[in-house]
């Protein structure tokens, strides 16, 4: 409650609760998740609107084994409950199953120690095309230099092969002192390799496309939307009265 007290005064609108399972520490069953109206009876209501907070569900699967991924394949009726399917792959063969092929919605990437492959283009860009966004956290940057000094350098290697693209910056905060404002977070960004642009698309519209990826996984296999065709200058040309353009090419 603390946390989402914290989390509306400085601007978040959603806030994804983790539950967290790591197959290497002992065996683990993906559970129900526990729904946010019995752990916080009254939300808040978002700053500057009459909202109230979004709070969502969200599976974190620590990945060692391609084992381990067998589960995510399977149709469990637990992993369709939650809002956000997330996978934290250890290895490069599992970094490129978690890009290609695995139906996921984020792919977390390590920050607290040095990675132990290099980042491809190739699964890159096609976790890109597939809709699949990377997650970089901030909160261990801010409890250690030399978790840090890793974060940048991860960060960093992974822009130099996604271009910026498909970017959340995520806090995975345990503590409300380990919150920090959407614009802080924007400004961390920087640090990462990111444009401003991207930065605040980062803290914004990629976690909202995220979102979207999860309801689409959910419920369907695609969206649909429209976009308003532009206009042709001939076609402008025609709709132009003639006597209008008569004057106007005299």
Known sequence: QNILTVCFSVGYSAVALNHVIDFKEKKQEIIKPVSPSELFPSLPIVQGTSKRIKVLTRLTLVVSDPSHCNLLRSTSTNIRLYDIIAVFPKTEKLFHIAC?????DLVCINVTEKL???????PVNMAIDRGIYFELLYTPAIKDSTMRRYTISNAISLMQICKGKNIVISSAAERALELRGPYDVANLGLLFGLSESEAKAAVSTNCRATMLHGETRKTACGVVYTVKKPRKVEEEETIVPACKKAKTQA
Do not use: E, S
């Not at 132990?116 to 190739?122: A, E, G, I, L, S």
């Open 100 to 104: 290609t092929t695995l139906d996921v």
């Open 116 to 122: 132990p492959f290099y980042f491809r283009r190739p």
